[in-house]
């Protein structure tokens, strides 16, 4: 008597595998079933004996060994796996290799499953791979373009701090020439105090005389520095560290220190003519 149940599949209890092999067998059995129809009609007056034999046929599939998986099915399953345990190393930590990861478990042990199970189990497995491979390239160009992008805006933030730093060191180096010390002092001179051409006038006459406008005198005996002759130097650090090197940040300070010592520039030249001093 047959019986509908399924050889060997035990060890491989996937349910896509049992559906395949159902539907193969059904197959099988619809073939047979016919050839054993027409045999039973040919042989209508055959024995009790020859129905018996007839209705006792076991399918080939059930009769047979199932051969286990070699050879080329081997070979396909372990390049598969060797494709797949690759791409996981691509994946980690980056998309979701959750179902590449299950086929991989599954086909590692190929060697013990019938080569049809064998078959289907390396097909899953490369379909897996082809899904994953889309998802683990999509994810690498992606970081690769921001990659990119925080390169390119790197280099434009350079280049910008590049060229703002170049343009200040060009600003200071005019401010520190003779002519852009003075237009500095007649510009802070009028926005800061209202002193107009005249008071500049008498500024200009008295750091001539103290300095020259240099932004680098200093006097060896003193030890006064700079176009207002700070005494000492350091004093100009209450506006600025780079008093030492800022023509701005001296005349920022000496125009204070006349204000606050003698009102205006020319009440300060007009004290430097008479002690030769201010």
């Not at 027409?38 to 020859?50: F, H, K, P, R, Y």
Request: hydrophobic share 40%; aromatic share 8%.
């Amino acid at each position: 008597m047959t019986t509908d149940e399924t050889p060997l599949l035990t060890p491989f209890p996937r349910a896509n595998h049992l559906r395949l092999l159902r539907q193969d067998r059904e197959r099988r059995r619809r073939r047979f079933g016919f050839g054993a129809a027409l045999a039973v009609g040919l042989l209508a007056v055959g024995t009790g004996t020859s129905a018996y034999a007839m209705d006792t046929m076991i399918p080939r599939e059930k009769a047979g060994t199932i051969q286990t998986a070699t050879g080329e099915t081997a070979a396909e399953a372990q390049e598969t796996l060797v494709a797949a345990k690759n791409l996981l190393e691509r994946a980690e930590d980056k998309v979701d290799a959750t179902e590449l990861t299950a086929s991989v478990e599954y086909l590692e042990d190929y060697e013990g499953m019938p080569a049809s199970i064998a078959d289907d189990a390396t097909a899953e497995a490369n379909e897996a791979i082809e899904d994953l491979t889309v998802e683990v390239t999509e994810y690498e160009e992606e970081q690769a373009a921001k990659a990119e992008q925080e390169r390119k805006e790197q280099e434009e933030a350079a280049a910008a701090a590049a060229a703002e730093e170049q343009a200040a060191a060009e600003a200071l180096a005019a401010a520190n020439t003779v002519e852009g010390a003075k237009a500095t002092a007649q510009q802070l001179a009028l926005s800061t105090y209202g002193w107009g051409g005249d008071q500049f006038s008498c500024l200009d006459l008295l750091w001539t005389k103290e300095s020259g406008w240099n932004y680098q005198a200093s006097n060896p005996s003193s030890g006064a520095y700079g176009i207002p002759q700070s005494l000492p130097g350091s004093k100009m650090a209450t506006v600025a560290s780079d008093w030492a090197s800022n023509a701005t940040t001296q005349i920022t300070w000496g125009l204070q220190y006349i204000s606050a010592a003698y009102g205006t520039p020319c009440a300060a030249w007009g004290h430097s003519q008479a002690v030769n001093w201010y």
